[in-house]
């Protein structure tokens, strides 16, 4: 079992930033992947940035691209998400998400990331 715990959402103009967090706790592993995914209303969940744990580049959505970095301290587990130059169409649930030796199953509960024009 794997434990994961976001911060960091929270109201923002539009041009703005925000650093979310992701820390993991439990049964992880020196394989584990990790990542986030966002959510808005009416909306499928969708990757935004992972990292697999074969320390291969990070993925990105095409419309995050140039705007958010991914990174990670893999001695503590935890994952951040650097967002720059934020749009309205940023707005979401964003979680954390995690998987051992294969795809992401794990999550947490989610931060509300929320950009205003």
């Known amino acids: 079992q794997v434990q994961l715990v976001e911060s960091g959402g929270g109201l923002v103009q539009a041009g703005g930033s925000l650093r979310l967090s992701c820390a993991a706790s439990?049964?992880?592993?020196?394989?584990?992947?990790m990542g986030w995914f966002r959510q808005a209303p009416g909306k499928e969940r969708e990757p935004v940035a992972t990292?697999?744990?074969?320390?291969?580049?990070?993925y990105y959505a095409d419309s995050v691209k140039g705007r958010f970095t991914i990174s990670r301290d893999n001695a503590k587990n935890l994952v951040y998400l650097q967002m720059n130059s934020l749009k309205p169409e940023d707005t979401a649930v964003y979680y954390c998400?995690?998987?051992?030796?294969?795809?992401?199953?794990?999550w947490g509960q989610g931060t509300q990331v929320t950009v205003s024009s």
């Open positions: 998400a995690a998987g051992i030796g294969g795809p992401f199953r794990y």
């Open positions: 990292f697999g744990w074969n320390g291969g580049s990070p």
């Open positions: 439990g049964r992880t592993s020196s394989s584990i992947a």
